[in-house]
């Protein structure tokens, strides 16, 4: 069974995008990105509601994580700009539950925030790794929508970078 992640950046006071999806004010050094994309070569799938594929689409990428299985869930979406790209259009619970026991390498939630909650709802999210950015929005996109209980995690790793930005990687208890 694969591990599923929410790999995401996040403000200090815990946004993942601005209001209006915008994800300008999230640092990358050379050394972030470098840990950024060797950290990506773990994971054989990736998932991205469709507001956060439409970031990389408005830039004319249709298909940006080339070597991973690339999933979208959208319920508007008709068809894919891709053929490497898979569209769902059914409950990303049920379907993850099945990826999950499909799947050996393990799974990224790249967003959105939406999806993250769906899932870490339905305690499906195994580990939350989150580039703590030194910035805050004030309003935003928030890292989980609404949970309706306290959900524990533990601090497996923490890696700190010269520009401020810290990750905290954690297993959900």
């Given at each position: ?116 909650t769906q ?8 580990k939350i790794?989150?580039?703590?950015n030194p ?39």
């Amino acid at each position: 069974m694969s591990e599923l992640v929410y790999y995401v950046a996040s403000s200090l006071d815990g946004f993942i995008a601005h209001v209006n999806g915008a994800i300008d004010g999230f640092e990358w050094d050379d050394e972030v990105v470098s840990d950024f994309f060797e950290d990506q070569k773990k994971f054989g799938t990736v998932l991205m509601g469709r507001k956060t594929y439409d970031v990389g689409l408005k830039e004319g990428k249709t298909s940006p994580y080339p070597d991973m299985h690339q999933i979208v869930f959208s319920k508007t979406m008709k068809e894919s700009p891709d053929a490497a790209v898979e569209l769902v259009n059914s409950d990303p619970v049920s379907y993850v539950k099945k990826l999950k026991s499909e799947k050996e390498k393990p799974i990224w939630i790249c967003g959105g925030s939406d999806i993250a909650t769906q899932l870490v709802k339905a305690k499906l999210i195994d580990k939350i790794v989150i580039k703590l950015n030194p910035v805050v929005f004030g309003a935003g996109i928030p890292l989980f929508g609404s949970v309706p209980k306290h959900i524990s995690l533990e601090l497996i790793d923490q890696k700190r970078y010269g520009c401020g930005i810290v990750f905290n990687s954690y297993d959900v208890v």
